[in-house]
């Protein structure tokens, strides 16, 4: 008898997951599985929504299902509308919700009329219907989410404030140089960046938004405020179905969770103390389970070696890339290339005879071969450190 999985999640790891397995999917987004790297795009009115969608697995796909439970003693999923399926592998892909910042003015998972989070493709659809040319926008993170939002609501007319809480633009990712050239990139755009600005509230009027207040006092008008506060992993259902939960679902190098019955990849899974939170490492969670539960020997899954890249278009189209370490320690090398006229940065930096860490903005014609010298983790060959930023050689 075939084994019965059944993968709770329709996103980016349940989806590929379904595309190597026959499974039973269940999705409680009401739209078919879709690319959530391309929803900027879709804000900004480059794609329709149909345009992002992934190619549907061959097993059955049941949108808008959101499990409530799991019984885990008789190996069944309850389903909010009273259904329930039966499991033999049961695989969490539950990914990552928005996480919503404690403001005043902003109390439980309901939001004020004119607020938005910008995760799914529901949310992206709501923004774009209230934003028109001139709208008064706020955008409060200046994350990925944040800088991608940005851009997007520029792209369609909105006056634009992005308020950053660190010191400078997507500091997760980028140094403080390649994030004062990004902060330039957005001024371009019309993005007004506020940095080291804190915001302790939100302003209403007649039920809606209308301002957004800052820690100093200061206020800023508001007709649309957008919370990319970064996500954090979805877990209240393993929580509750009593399986280990630390920042995200634990799991061992078969994806099993504390049950052996139960499995977590993508957003929502911890490995080895690390949640990853990136389409490249949920992918290949999804390949190295499917291998696991065809019975492959020796399928592990050791960790990823992530690198995050963006590729945003318009009249002004950004690109960057980042990976591993981009902030150096004592004694390690590192060689800079700066285009000041194209608006383009390269930086390495190597620890001993190994590349440990890069950022690139703007050109990202290198990105191949400083992804596989990083990922390899092999000694670099003795030549100047300049051939791992040029695409010639270093002449």
């Known amino acids: 008898m075939r084994t019965r999985i059944v993968v709770v999640g329709g996103g980016t790891a349940g989806l590929r997951l379904a595309q190597r397995l026959p499974v039973t999917l269940l999705g409680e987004e009401a739209h078919a599985p879709y690319n959530r790297v391309l929803l900027a795009d879709v804000l900004a009115g480059r794609y329709a929504p149909e345009v992002i969608a992934l190619p549907a697995p061959g097993g059955p796909v049941r949108r808008g299902t959101r499990v409530v439970r799991i019984d885990r003693a008789a190996r069944r999923v309850e389903c909010a509308d009273g259904s329930s399926t039966g499991y033999d592998r049961l695989v969490l892909a539950t990914g990552a919700g928005p996480v919503l910042p404690p403001l005043r003015g902003l109390r439980g998972p309901e939001l004020p009329a004119g607020v938005h989070a910008f995760r799914t493709l529901d949310d992206c659809l709501a923004l774009r219907a209230a934003v028109r040319p001139g709208t008064r926008a706020v955008v409060v993170g200046g994350g990925l989410l944040g800088v991608s939002a940005a851009r997007a609501l520029a792209a369609l007319g909105a006056e634009v404030v992005l308020a950053q809480q660190g010191e400078g633009l997507m500091e997760r990712q980028l140094d403080p140089a390649a994030s004062a050239l990004l902060r330039e990139h957005l001024d371009g755009l019309g993005v007004e960046t506020h940095t080291e600005c804190r915001v302790s509230g939100l302003r209403r009027r007649d039920g809606a938004v209308s301002a957004v207040e800052l820690a ?180």
Do not use: M
């Open 216 to 395: 100093d006092g200061f206020v800023l008008e508001a007709r649309v405020v957008v919370l990319a506060c970064g996500v954090r992993p979805r877990v209240a259902l393993a929580r509750a179905a009593g399986l280990d939960v630390r920042t995200g679902i634990v799991v061992d190098d078969e994806l099993r969770t504390s049950d052996p019955y139960v499995h977590a990849i993508g957003d929502c899974a911890e490995h080895a103390g690390r949640v990853y939170g990136l389409a490249g490492p949920a992918l290949e969670q999804a390949d190295v389970l499917a291998d696991v539960l065809s019975g492959t020997a020796g399928a592990r899954y050791t960790g990823t070696r992530a690198l995050t890249r963006l590729t945003l278009g318009g009249a002004r189209p950004l690109d960057l890339a980042a990976f591993g370490e981009a902030v150096p320690r004592p004694g390690d090398d590192v060689v800079r290339l700066t285009d000041a006229t194209r608006g383009a940065y390269r930086k390495v930096v190597v620890r001993g005879d190994r590349l440990v860490g890069g950022v690139l903005l703007g050109d990202l014609a290198a990105v191949g071969a400083l992804a596989r010298a990083w990922e390899g983790d092999e000694a670099l060959p003795e030549a100047p450190l300049l051939h791992l930023l040029t695409h010639d050689g270093g002449t």
